[in-house]
């Protein structure tokens, strides 16, 4: 038991110490709660791992933490809201592009970072139900977005549990914004 604790102990602590090197902010805490991850000021919650530290759990909390941490590097508030569409629907899949830049930015250039989000986006996917997505009003259209911009900026294939919505976006989305998908990926 006492063995047990101190694993879990030692991997907090790890984690923690990964976001601060990722995000480059060394005043960045983290608080493992209950509940979906999430940003408050300099405080990162995630969510709290059991006691045994099932590798898809690890390597789901890690993913969570390193999305957290890029987007403490990588993402511009101030730029980001002034470019903001106004209606809500194009603010979400403007958000939904800003995830995947900043994430694709991290996965290239650390490849344990690049499995890490992969195993988050496979929880993301499960915890959403888009395996048995039926139509493509259930598919929503800004993790449809993000998936394939993410395809696009990192040359990685969306991951299975999320192919099928992707999947009734593709033909759309490409056709309208592959190019520019395309010229995104060469910054």
Not at 17 to 42: H, L, W
Not at 65 to 94: C, F, G, I, M, W
Not at 119 to 128: E, F, M, P, Q, V
């Amino acid at each position: 038991m006492n063995n047990e604790i101190n694993l879990v102990e030692i991997f907090r602590r790890a984690v923690g110490a990964a976001m601060r090197a990722i995000s480059e902010k060394d005043e960045v805490t983290v608080q493992f709660t209950s509940g979906p991850s999430a940003m408050e000021g300099n405080t990162a919650r995630l969510p709290l791992p059991s006691r045994d530290l099932r590798s898809w759990e690890v390597a789901k909390i890690r993913g969570q933490s390193d999305a957290l941490a890029l987007k403490l590097r990588y993402h511009n508030e101030k730029v980001h809201s002034r470019l903001a569409p106004q209606l809500t629907e194009a603010r979400v899949v403007y958000d939904a592009l800003e995830q995947a830049r900043i994430e694709a930015l991290g996965a290239n250039q650390m490849k344990g970072v690049s499995q890490n989000l992969d195993a988050a986006l496979k929880d993301y996917c499960l915890s959403r139900g888009f395996p048995s997505i039926e139509k493509r009003q259930q598919a929503p259209l800004a993790d449809a977005v993000r998936f394939l911009a993410r395809e696009h900026f990192t040359g990685e294939a969306t991951p299975e549990p999320g192919q099928k919505m992707v999947d009734f976006w593709r033909s759309t989305i490409e056709s309208k914004s592959g190019a520019d998908l395309m010229e995104l990926s060469s910054y």
